[in-house]
């Protein structure tokens, strides 16, 4: 086989380089296989992607994979189901470039490296890199090369929802995970004819109204409990996320902090009474199970397994006799409902969405708020179905009892207070995990005004700052600076020169014009936008590539583009309507002057040149 390597740029800006590949590549239908490596980092965990949105690698490829790598002595290798199967059913999530091969129809396999490491941030460097990842990558590639020299089984993609279990892949095609969820819907059915028949009536004095409202105030405050318990840790650290080197040992905490909450909640239900009818129960958990799956199945039926697995164990724990199964079905029921949130690349989720979330009080409050509502909403069905194999079964009632005893709650303030003080111990950031500052400078070009911010998602206390010669340390728990410079701001990084013909025809105007962006540095990135009135541009040309977005034509150089750009444009418009011209050159340096020291911190600077310019008819 001819072999061809490939690296491809613009993964991260939407899989840019390998898409071209594909669509350019002169030989594209001739290649029979395609291995990407993603990541390969130390010895860690190693997920084997084979999916892309409505497709996946054959099966022969991803079993010959686990097949020889496990035959190379190697362990660790693992099929992320839960977080694969919420990721392709959003519009758009993670991937990696063996996606446009298997779009294309070419069966390919992408390797990544351990997603816990620091990656995407500046201490995803040579000194935290292991090349024996490197060598475990290459060592697998080259065993499936040798595999497939002589020929493929097939060139052929398929569907299938995929587990690996241990070193089996197990694999289910679609049509039986639709034939799953038919019957698990059917043994529902059959389950909630069963505990009907056993209900209580109306005017019982067994019967409580508002039980099913009451049990959703207990599971907001359960999931308060679990939610808000790192906070605590956060005002005695004084850092705005205390567990971002440590997000396993906060588990602990959280777990500690759901069983007070469910304490307190078995508490108010001595005086917020709930109704002895299991049926009450068992019939909203149904309904808001079945709910969640219809909404799922719409985006893809491989997310549905966790929802459908939870709704078959809850039914099984109503039909099933023996008690000590329904407590077992019922106690299992939430996990792969759970997993779905807290699934194999959690880590990298909320610490993505930690350094993406704005700060402020507001917006801490709404979001908190938000994120408590729905956990309340997800976990509420597994709740109700609890209370309603407690109602059914006498066996749950002296477990219960003792939930509800001091000596519990006791054991579990003193397990808070324990967890809470070895955690205050941990240090919020190592090695691995710096906080973030960025500086950001900008200057416009038009007005010549000049403005210096600094922006964190951890708070800038203890930061030290030298400019215009004065040093300076920020004290205050803040995420957001804003710096006056002095006269030294640099302004001429920047020069703009253009040139502009019109030409009239009746009330349209054909405008062609040269723009020449000359820089005193090499860009980081530029953005050359283009917009008008109501009439909108026509016949808009440039021989760069460009996108309409929001109505406006954007002409975008990522990663670094040469410091002189001549870029020539035609378009014309009709009416009097004017055309307004953005410029926005980002340089990865400082403009003005600044020095910033704080240990644990990787300090990302920004200089952005702004400018506008407005063509009229004349």
């Not at 034509?553 to 002189?564: C, M, R, T, V």
Request: aromatic fraction near 14%.
């Amino acid at each position: 086989s001819t072999l061809v390597f490939c690296c491809f740029g613009g993964e991260e800006q939407g899989l840019v380089g390998s898409e071209y590949f594909v669509d350019h590549f002169s030989d594209i239908d001739s290649v029979r296989l395609m291995l990407q490596i993603d990541m390969a980092n130390g010895l860690g965990i190693i997920d084997i992607d084979p999916d892309t949105y409505g497709r996946s690698a054959p099966r022969w490829l991803v079993s010959a994979a686990v097949d020889e790598f496990y035959k190379l002595g190697y362990e660790g290798l693992r099929y992320p189901t839960h977080f694969f199967s919420l990721n392709y059913s959003m519009p758009t999530g993670s991937g990696s470039d063996h996606e446009p091969f298997l779009k294309k129809g070419i069966p390919a396999l992408d390797f990544s490296t351990d997603v816990s490491n620091p990656i995407h941030t500046p201490r995803d460097n040579f000194d935290n890199f292991d090349p024996r990842g490197m060598k475990r990558s290459g060592d697998l590639v080259v065993k499936l090369v040798e595999r497939f020299d002589g020929g493929t089984p097939n060139n052929q993609t398929e569907q299938y929802w995929l587990y690996l279990l241990g070193k089996t892949p197990i694999f289910i095609s679609h049509p039986i995970l639709w034939f799953f969820l038919g019957t698990t819907i059917i043994i529902a059915i059959i389950a909630i004819i069963a505990v009907r028949r056993r209900r209580k009536l109306l005017d019982s004095p067994e019967y409580v109204r508002w039980s099913g409202v009451k049990m959703f105030f207990f599971s907001v405050i359960i999931v308060t409990c679990g939610w808000l318990s790192s906070d605590l840790i956060a005002l005695i650290k004084g850092d705005r996320y205390p567990w971002f080197s440590a997000i396993t040992e906060y588990y602990i905490l959280a777990t500690v902090a759901l069983f007070i909450g469910a304490w307190i909640s078995l508490a108010l239900s001595n005086k917020l009474r709930l109704t002895q009818c299991p049926y009450v129960f068992f019939k909203r958990s149904i309904i808001i199970l079945v709910i969640f799956i219809i909404c799922l199945a719409f985006l893809n039926i491989e997310i549905t397994v966790a929802p459908v697995v939870a709704l078959l164990l809850i039914s099984l724990a109503m039909l099933v006799k023996l008690p000590v199964l329904r407590i077992i079905f019922v106690a299992l029921s939430p996990w792969w409902m759970l997993r779905l949130i807290f699934s194999e690349w959690d880590t990298l989720i909320f610490r993505s969405a930690a350094m993406a979330l704005p700060s402020g009080a507001f917006i801490g409050i709404a979001f908190n708020g938000i994120v408590i509502l729905f956990f309340a909403l997800y976990i509420l069905p597994f709740l109700l179905a609890l209370a309603s194999v407690y109602r059914d079964t006498n066996l749950f009632k002296p477990f219960i009892s003792l939930m509800r005893s001091r000596r519990v709650i006791l054991i579990a303030t003193i397990s808070f207070v324990g967890v809470s003080g070895y955690l205050s111990t941990i240090p919020s950031y190592n090695k691995f995990w710096y906080r973030e500052v960025r500086i950001d400078q900008r200057y416009d070009m038009k007005n010549e005004t000049k403005e210096v911010t600094l922006k964190s998602p951890e708070y800038l206390s203890n930061l030290h700052i030298n400019h215009g010669g004065k040093d300076t340390i920020i004290n205050t728990r803040s995420t957001f600076e804003n710096i006056v410079p002095d006269v030294s701001f640099d302004s001429t990084w920047l020069s703009l020169h253009r040139t502009e013909k019109q030409q009239h025809f009746g009330d349209t105007t054909k405008y062609e014009i040269e723009l020449t962006l000359a820089a005193k540095h090499r860009p980081y990135r530029i953005l050359v936008s283009y917009s008008s009135g109501e009439q909108g541009l026509n016949s808009f040309y440039t021989p760069w590539k460009f996108i309409v977005k929001d109505n406006e034509n954007q002409i975008h150089w990522y990663s670094f583009p040469d410091s002189i750009l001549i870029i020539p444009l035609k378009f014309q418009m009709i009416g009097a309507d004017s055309i307004k011209e953005q410029v926005e050159v980002t340089f990865d340096g400082l403009a003005y002057p600044m020095t910033f020291d704080r240990e644990l911190t990787y300090f990302i600077q920004r200089t952005k040149y702004q400018n506008e310019y407005i063509y009229n008819r004349r």
